[in-house]
Nanobody, 122 residues
């Protein structure tokens, strides 16, 4: 399973770091990513990283503000979020992809984490 943590309430301009640890059968050589879903909106890709960490993808709204990384020894993926904006408010889900690449599509997700709420106040 994928266990996400690190969400919370932060003021605009602040920072948060999300973590997601994979365990059991989810611990394998796959790409990992973060999606988010705001109220009334569809789930969307935020960032993803390939198995070896060499390739990364960032959605346009978070480029330059968010950084994805992974520690394969700890089976953990991180999302460092800085300069947070109210529009970043959402439930953030970590995901393991079917492929080892930095995938982006919902249909490419093998496992989902349980979600962690990030609220950015103005």
């Amino acid at each position: 399973q994928l266990q996400a943590s690190g969400g919370g309430l932060v003021q605009a301009g602040g920072s948060l770091r999300l973590s997601c640890r994979a365990s059991g059968r989810t611990s394998s050589n796959n790409g990992l990513g973060w999606f988010r879903q705001a109220p009334g909106k569809e789930r969307e890709i935020v960032a993803s990283i390939s198995w070896r960490g060499g390739n990364k993808y960032y959605a346009e709204p978070v480029k330059g503000r968010f950084t994805i990384s992974r520690d394969n020894a700890k089976n953990t993926v991180y999302l460092q979020m800085t300069s947070l904006k109210p529009e970043d408010t959402a439930v953030y889900y970590c995901a393991q992809f079917l492929s080892p690449e930095a995938a982006t599509a919902l249909r490419g997700v093998r496992y989902w984490g349980q979600g962690t709420l990030v609220t950015v106040s103005s």
